[in-house]
C-alpha cells in the first residue's frame, strides 16, 4: 500500500525529521502535535486551556487536510505534563467531537517538545 503524506500550512510544521501526518489505505496517522502556531510559529504558553484549545485545533487542520472531519479520529493519545491537568483539558477536547468519543489514552510525562504543558497524536479512519 502507497502511503500519502499530508501536510497543511494550518498546522504547525514539523520541527523534526517527521510528516504532520501518513495515510495509508484508510488510515490517517497525526503525528504529535503541541501548541503552536502555524500562523506566527509562536507557542500558546498562557494556560493549559488555551494550550489544549490550540493542539486540538492543530489536530482538526491535519485530518481537515487529508480530508477529514473530528468524527473520523478514532484514537487520541494526550501527553501531559501534570496529570492535574486532566480536567481542564477534558473541558476543551469534548467540544472538538459530535456524538461518539475516540478512544484515547492520557499519560504524564516528564518533559515536551519546547518545554510546553501537553501534546496530543491521534489516528482516524476514513471509511469507503
Not at 510559529?41 to 493542539?55: D, K, P
Request: cysteine-free; aromatic content about 10%; glycine content about 6%.
Amino acid at each position: 500500500m502507497p502511503k500519502q503524506i499530508i501536510s497543511t500550512d494550518k498546522a504547525p510544521k514539523a520541527i523534526g525529521p517527521y510528516s504532520q501526518a501518513i495515510k495509508v489505505d484508510k488510515f490517517l496517522f497525526i503525528s504529535g502535535q503541541i501548541p503552536m502556531d502555524p500562523a506566527t510559529g509562536s507557542f500558546v504558553l498562557s494556560g493549559i486551556e488555551a494550550q489544549t484549545r490550540r493542539v486540538m485545533d492543530n489536530v482538526k487542520a491535519v485530518v481537515e487536510a487529508a480530508g477529514g472531519t473530528m468524527d473520523k479520529i478514532i484514537k487520541i493519545n494526550v501527553y501531559l505534563k501534570n496529570i492535574d491537568d486532566f480536567k481542564f483539558v477534558n473541558v476543551i477536547y469534548e467540544k472538538y467531537f459530535k456524538g461518539d468519543f475516540p478512544a484515547r489514552a492520557t499519560v504524564e510525562v516528564s518533559n515536551l517538545p519546547k518545554k510546553v504543558d501537553i501534546e496530543m497524536d491521534a489516528i482516524a479512519y476514513f471509511e469507503v
